[in-house]
């Protein structure tokens, strides 16, 4: 049986989550001082999954009923995710803390956020240094988010989520949130991830997003070329939508109408673009004409929500 800690309040993709989990890379919150006074927003909790779910539609890995999604992942745990306000662990024989906790961010909670009609993008975001407005890297797993994001944090950019973030509109505003607390980088010349602990004073909620760059790489580029494409139309929702984590679960939802309408919504606010960014593959280092160009649209859309 996993041992559970007492039940604990974080703050993952800007809501309040009370859980009796460990929520790797959340906020964890300070009583009397962090989100002091304020509901929570979700549940997390250990125990058996009713024996009786009235499942009406199945797609693998997930199953679902009105009001609620299972998510099952075999070795590891079954995830009930209900109403989009909480989740109930029934952990399989023999799994590690560790394991459970992984799967818990990478897909059962984005199942979750689905429910509550949010956004989850496939993408890394940051905020240079001395800006409040941020970034986002996306693209599909392996291809170097995190390890840019590492970059950019060794340059003093803040934190706001690695691999996953919530996109939404915020007073007619694009925001960004997600789990700033650690970032998951590919090692050198490795298959293998190293984690590293981001400090506290450099991790941050939520931030107005300025640009969302789609990661891709290509055999090669000039150096006369800029490596930044900017999308419009069709092409930037086209773009938007090839980033939704775990976008199956809109399937079984059937939200995939509204989601494209909140999309839409997003892009047309004018403080808001999205650009293909070209880096020839094997690139690893960060120049400094890529950091200056995506410096310069945080600097223009550098205002608080």
């Known amino acids: 049986m996993i041992a559970e800690i007492s039940s604990r309040r974080y703050i993952a993709y800007g809501l309040i989550i009370d859980s009796t989990l460990e929520i790797p890379g959340a906020i964890p919150i300070i009583a009397g001082v962090d989100a002091n006074g304020e509901e929570v927003d979700i549940t997390i909790r250990m125990g058996e999954l009713p024996s009786e779910l009235n499942i009406e539609k199945h797609l693998e890995p997930y199953s679902w009923s009105p009001g609620q999604i299972v998510f099952d992942m075999p070795s590891v745990a079954r995830y009930l995710c209900e109403r989009g306000v909480a989740i109930i662990i029934e952990p399989a024989a023999g799994a590690e803390k560790r394991a459970i906790e992984e799967m818990l961010i990478a897909t059962a909670l984005p199942v979750l ?137 809109l399937s079984l939802l059937g939200k995939e109408a509204t989601v494209f309408k909140t999309i839409t919504s997003i892009l047309s606010q004018k403080t808001f673009k999205i650009f293909a960014w070209y880096r020839r593959e094997g690139d690893v280092v960060l120049g400094d004409r890529e950091v200056e160009f995506m410096t310069a649209l945080c600097t223009a859309t550098n205002k608080p929500i």
């Open 113 to 249: 956020l689905w429910m509550r009609d949010q956004i989850i993008l496939h993408a890394s975001c940051l905020i240079p240094v001395g800006l409040t407005a941020s970034i986002a890297i996306s693209g599909p797993s392996g291809i170097g988010k995190s390890t840019l994001l590492e970059q950019f944090y060794a340059r003093g950019a803040k934190v706001v989520g690695d691999d996953t973030i919530l996109l939404c509109l915020n007073n007619g505003v694009a925001v960004a949130s997600g789990l700033p607390c650690s970032i998951q980088a590919r090692t050198a010349n490795s298959a293998t991830r190293h984690e590293m602990f981001v400090a506290k004073e450099r991790t941050l909620a939520s931030s107005p997003l300025a640009a969302l760059f789609l990661l891709t790489r290509t055999p090669t580029q000039s150096s006369n070329q800029s490596p930044f494409v900017e999308l419009k139309g069709a092409e930037a929702i086209l773009a938007i939508l090839a980033q939704r984590h775990r976008a199956r679960v």
